[in-house]
């Protein structure tokens, strides 16, 4: 019998298996398993939370350890956002500084492929689209 080895990392003594790198396709699969990996590593909240205000000079030690806990997070979220991606994707958003930013634009691109695809495979094959849709 074969044996399939894969890749892990441990976090806090939990071993985690690596996802696949996102090449651009089965995105909903790939969204639905970084939820997963970004909640278990709780920063996942990162990604729908609002933006800190800018630091002032009557911030709080409460206020200046979150800030610094969110920035920690926002890093954390973001570096495994990017290592989940194929290299052609990282190298299209590693200037990206927002995880959120880079997780809204996958959302965006790749959300609105997968639905086009779905409405195309819902034609009878030699059908033509575009007659449907304007009427030729």
Same mark, same amino acid.
């Given at each position: ?11 806090? #003594? ?13 995105? &909903? ?53 990017? #290592? ?23 959302? &965006?691109?790749? #959300? ?15 059908? #033509? ?8």
């Amino acid at each position: 019998m074969e044996e399939t080895q894969m890749a892990s990392f441990k976090v806090l #003594n939990q071993d985690f298996v690596r996802l696949d790198r996102f090449d651009g396709t089965n995105f &909903t699969r790939w969204q639905d398993k970084m939820k997963f990996l970004l909640t278990t590593l709780k920063v996942f909240y990162i990604l729908s939370a609002t933006p800190l205000p800018a630091p002032t000079e009557k911030d709080t030690e409460q206020q200046k350890e979150e800030r610094k806990k969110r920035e920690e997070d926002e890093l954390i979220c973001r570096g495994h956002i990017l #290592n989940a991606l194929s290299d052609r994707l990282y190298d299209l958003y590693t200037e990206t500084q927002s995880a959120k930013v880079i997780w809204d634009a996958l959302e &965006t691109k790749y #959300n609105a492929e997968e639905e086009v695809g779905a409405i195309i495979a819902k034609f009878k094959p030699g059908a #033509n689209p575009a007659g449907f849709l304007w009427g030729r």
